[in-house]
């Protein structure tokens, strides 16, 4: 853990809450399972520097878009990787997956709703 003597381009945690719309709590999660990296400033807060706000920013795209925790791991090890050059076709492949699955449950509610115009849900008859 590193200790701050400036705090030019560093952020707290506070603050990135309110940017992403994150609890503090997730992005101590972020950090847990080393997504991010934090420094601790003289009274041992958390202060995050500028690629620490970029990766929590990529990460928050991709939590919106949908994508586990660990796909998002991989992506982000990969896009630090020695090449990184398969990290933009592997963050493709993940989200065209994602697509997949909506595109599945998209349809799955476009025939519940036809099937409740149709009548199949009703409610209970009286006794």
Do not use: C
């Amino acid at each position: 853990m590193q200790t701050l003597r400036m705090l030019g381009g560093f952020a707290s945690i506070s603050e990135l809450t309110r940017r992403h719309g994150l609890t503090a709590r997730a992005i101590r999660y972020y950090e847990e399972r080393g997504l991010i990296e934090a420094a601790r400033d003289r009274h041992n807060a958390r202060r995050f520097d500028q690629r620490a706000q970029r990766r929590l920013a990529q990460i928050t795209q991709l939590r919106q878009a949908g994508l586990p925790i660990p796909d998002i791991e991989d992506i982000l090890n990969r896009a630090e990787s020695a090449d990184g050059r398969d990290v933009t076709g592997l963050a493709l492949q993940r989200l065209a997956e994602r697509l997949e699955v909506l595109d599945g449950e998209r349809r799955a509610v476009q025939a519940t709703i036809e099937a409740v115009k149709q009548g199949a849900i009703a409610p209970a008859p009286s006794q």
